[in-house]
């Protein structure tokens, strides 16, 4: 490989460190050349890089992504995850439609909504997918796009003009970090516009998280903590910070 074109490559790697995906001609433009050499630098690269529709994305896992990855995750504090869900399941109202973000706690949300509830889920991810998609009674919203394997998550420019024509009743969003002053994060730069959408959007607006997310910081911060309503959450949470909350204005939701 040529030093210029190994060049290339890394710079376009940054990029996309840094927003999760890049339009063909904005890396066109930021490297300097034709947007058929950047095709041709992307398909002799052994897959590092994927194209789909126009756009650039990492390949097999963008480094983007490796904060967080999803199987590693999944059994991670479980306990504490399912008492938060069932706390937010009390949000839960027949014949609404919610948004269910993505991630290894909200998954057992999507368990608990029942059948036959006539609630529409909004999600973007496959493991909430294949647990709603199986209740009858259930209508579910997909928003497709470039598949993210860190997190089993799409995201496409397309998918959030389709959230953004969405009324969402309640908005139930997860976070890899919740820091009282500096605010919440993730670990994935492409589901930050996603989150800040459907909280846009929602004329509820619910934190879900387990207690051992407090004072964490993840790369991709997307809201404060007045963005929210309730905070749902295990018993972990400790009667001073939940004090501080509640006087901020958020509601607690324990199970």
């Known amino acids: 490989m040529s030093m210029r074109k190994a060049e290339r490559l890394n710079r376009l790697q940054s990029a996309l460190d840094a927003g999760g995906y890049l339009r063909l001609k904005d890396a066109a433009r930021l490297l300097g050349v034709s947007e058929m050499t950047v095709r041709r ?3 002799s690269c052994g897959g590092r890089f994927a194209y789909l529709g126009g756009y650039i994305a990492g390949g ?3 480094a ?8 590693r995750e999944r059994d991670a504090h479980i306990e504490m995850k399912r008492t938060a869900c069932e706390a937010a399941a009390s949000l839960l109202k027949p014949g609404e439609t919610v948004f269910i973000d993505c991630g290894t706690t909200t998954t057992h949300l999507a368990s608990r909504i029942p059948a036959d509830s006539q609630i529409t889920v909004v999600c973007y991810a496959m493991n909430i997918a294949e647990i709603v998609c199986k209740k009858p009674g259930v209508r579910v919203v997909m928003l497709g796009g470039l598949y993210h394997a860190s997190s089993a998550s799409f995201s496409s420019p397309e998918s959030l003009e389709m959230l953004r024509g969405i009324g969402i009743n ?3 969003i997860s976070a890899g970090g919740v820091h009282e002053s500096l605010g919440i994060s993730c670990s994935n730069f492409h589901e930050v516009e996603i989150k800040q959408t459907a909280i846009a959007n929602a ?3 619910a934190l879900v998280i387990d207690s051992s997310k407090f004072d964490q910081v993840k790369p991709a911060f997307f809201a404060k903590l007045d963005s929210f309503d309730f905070l749902c959450c295990d018993d972990g949470l400790d009667a001073a910070r939940s004090e501080r909350l509640t006087i901020a204005g958020m509601r607690i939701v324990l199970a």
């Open 64 to 71: 983007g992504g490796m904060g967080y990855i999803l199987d």
């Open 170 to 172: 309640t908005a139930f």
């Open 41 to 43: 630098d992307i398909a």
């Open 203 to 205: 004329v509820t607006r």
């Open 60 to 62: 097999l896992e963008s």
